[in-house]
T-cell receptor, first 114, second 115 residues
């Protein structure tokens, strides 16, 4: 069964550094998402991406964040200058289409900012 | 503001007993409703969804959920719990507004099935 994959599984970085989190969505999916889960808290929507552009973003997704689909398979989340409060589990998800299609989630990248 | 509530942080149930994990939502219109399960160090795994039609939907691993529009609830159920069902369960809602494909998640409910 096809899966969403994410790398790395764990990233430790110093405050102020740039990080890139990578995701490979399911190959025929068209909509892509990033969510984050701060430890002990709920999963929060960051951004959705369709047709090579952002379709929606949350208040969390400020100018420090960017997303890109550099080729036909990868979907990346960049945090330009990390803060301590960016420490969280970041999940990538993809879905086949709009409407009632469910989203498929990757295993997550745990980002620790020190 | 749109929100999803899972009022119980943890649910304990004996193996073989029925289980219910509660979810209520506050979203205008007719949202799409989903349940996901998260095992340790794993991503969110889709269990089932309600889009339209029959209020009782069946999903993976013997789980089912009942949609109740008047109570704006979508409770997850299973007739006979297994120890292997122990995990973190998330309810998610997709608001119906055009172009809004994001999920709004509940805070999660940890299910513990005791042998």
């Amino acid at each position: 069964e096809p899966e969403v994959t994410q790398t790395p599984s764990h990233q430790v970085t110093q405050m102020g550094q740039e990080v890139i989190l990578r995701c490979v969505p399911i190959s025929n999916h068209l909509y892509f998402y990033w969510y984050r889960q701060i430890l002990g808290q709920k999963v929060e929507f960051l951004v959705s991406f369709y047709n090579n552009e952002i379709s929606e973003k949350s208040e969390i997704f400020d100018d420090q964040f960017s997303v890109e689909r550099p080729d036909g398979s990868n979907f990346t989340l960049k945090i330009r200058s990390t803060k301590l409060e960016d420490s969280a589990m970041y999940f990538c998800a993809s879905t086949l289409g709009a409407g009632g299609y469910e989203q498929y989630f990757g295993p997550g990248t745990r980002l620790t900012v020190t | 503001a749109q929100s999803v509530a899972q009022p119980e942080d943890q649910v304990n149930v004996a193996e073989g007993n029925p289980l219910t994990v509660k979810c209520t939502y506050s979203v205008s219109g007719n949202p799409y409703l989903f349940w996901y399960v998260q095992y340790p160090n794993r991503g969110l795994q889709f269990l089932l969804k309600y889009i339209t039609g029959d209020n009782l939907v069946k999903g993976s691993y013997g789980f089912e959920a009942e949609f109740n529009k008047s109570q704006t609830s979508f409770h997850l159920k299973k007739p006979s719990a297994l120890v292997s069902d122990s995990a973190l369960y998330f309810c998610a809602v997709r608001p119906p507004a055009s172009g809004t494909y994001k999920y709004i998640f509940g805070t999660g409910t940890r299910l513990k099935v005791l042998a």
